[in-house]
């Protein structure tokens, strides 16, 4: 059984970080390329970063310079580092799993900046 369990999220002020935290089971961690994704109230999910199996990052144009993904693949955990938040990035952040044509999501985790 696959699961993707998110955590670190909350409330922060804007210009604060958060750290969050993407631990998976149920798969070979370390072949699958890894991504954070986030939706906010009445938009589509949009793509945040990704982390592919040799570790290339890639990211949306608007977290450039600000996010920071990551792997541990001792841990089966992705990480996204999250500085200088601001109130747009308001959202449930959702991990998500992909080799081949097979992908997992997890169950997201609410980040909300606000002052």
């Known amino acids: 059984q696959v699961q993707l369990v998110e955590s670190g999220g909350g409330l922060v002020q804007p210009g604060g970080s958060l750290r969050l935290s993407c631990a998976a089971s149920?798969?070979?961690?370390?072949?699958?390329?890894m991504g954070w994704y986030r939706q906010a109230p009445g938009k589509q999910r949009e793509l945040v970063a990704t982390?592919?199996?040799?570790?290339?990052?890639d990211y949306t144009d608007s977290v450039k310079g600000r996010f920071t993904i990551s792997r541990d693949n001792a841990k089966n955990t992705v990480y996204l580092q999250m500085n200088s938040l601001k109130p747009e990035d308001t959202a449930v952040y959702f991990c998500?799993?992909?080799?081949?044509?097979?992908?997992?999501w997890g169950q997201g985790t609410q980040v909300t900046v606000s002052s």
């Open positions: 982390i592919n199996r040799y570790t290339f990052t």
């Open positions: 998500r799993a992909e080799y081949g044509n097979t992908g997992y």
């Open positions: 149920g798969i070979i961690f370390s072949r699958n390329n």
